[in-house]
């Protein structure tokens, strides 16, 4: 889905969003209110310039629009693989980010964030799974990495990853796999407008994602290790 079909089924209200180089910014109107909104789009990859740009987007909304919440717009092919880019210290860009987007929560910011095409690493991590809820779109594309750059990474064989992906959610791409795991809270079908008016009035409270994981059975371990840390006990007996 294109970003300007997106805004409009989003915001039936109005918005004022604007896209330069990939990046998007502005502000719409959710119940009534005025919520900001920051995204990518065009499977945008996140050099060091974007990064940045959304950083400043958050940090302005923090010091002119105090509490305002935010929607972040998720399409990205993960971080740019440059040499430039990498040189320049894009990690420390995207900490950055991740930091700007903490900030804004604990200043009272409720973020929700949306997939609505595509989420790949790093470019995820810093946006949508920052936010205090993700969501999805039914056919958005979620994956840490394709299967086959996997294969080259780890020296398994792909057949192999291929086969682990029907059974274990964390190998396979797509909102389903990544909805099992807690790493998104749902997915979206229907009407939008109606589901991020519900998601941004929904209190925000504690990460509950690795609960979620337990729950939904894609992340069986996370959350009783979690309490066995924090409380001290055998994992087993968590």
Request: charged content about 20%; aromatic content about 4%.
């Amino acid at each position: 889905m294109d970003w300007q079909t997106l805004a409009t089924d989003l915001f039936p209200q109005g918005h004022a969003i604007t896209e330069q180089d990939q990046f998007l910014s502005g502000s719409a109107q959710v119940d009534g209110a005025t919520v900001a909104v920051i995204g990518t789009t065009g499977h945008a990859p996140i050099g060091i310039e974007i990064a940045l740009a959304q950083a400043q987007a958050v940090l302005a909304t923090v010091r002119e629009h105090p509490g305002r919440p935010i929607v972040m717009l998720v399409d990205t092919q993960g971080q740019r693989l440059r040499h430039r880019d990498e040189m320049l210290g894009i990690n420390s860009y995207m900490a950055h980010l991740g930091k700007c987007v903490d900030l804004a929560r604990r200043r009272g910011h409720k973020i929700v964030a949306l997939v609505y095409d595509q989420a790949l690493s790093g470019g995820f991590i810093t946006s949508g799974l920052m936010a205090d809820t993700c969501h999805a779109l039914p056919a958005a594309t979620i994956r840490v990495m394709g299967l086959p750059a996997m294969a080259r990474i780890t020296k398994v064989p792909e057949e192999v990853l291929t086969e682990l992906a029907r059974s274990n959610p964390v190998f396979a791409p797509g909102p389903e796999n990544y909805l099992r795991m807690g790493g998104i809270e749902s997915i979206w079908d229907g009407s939008l407008a109606e589901q991020l008016a519900q998601a941004l009035r929904a209190p925000a409270g504690a990460d509950v994602r690795a609960e979620l994981g337990r729950q939904r059975g894609g992340r069986k371990l996370a959350q009783p290790i979690i309490q066995a840390i924090l409380g001290g006990h055998d994992v087993q007996a968590a």
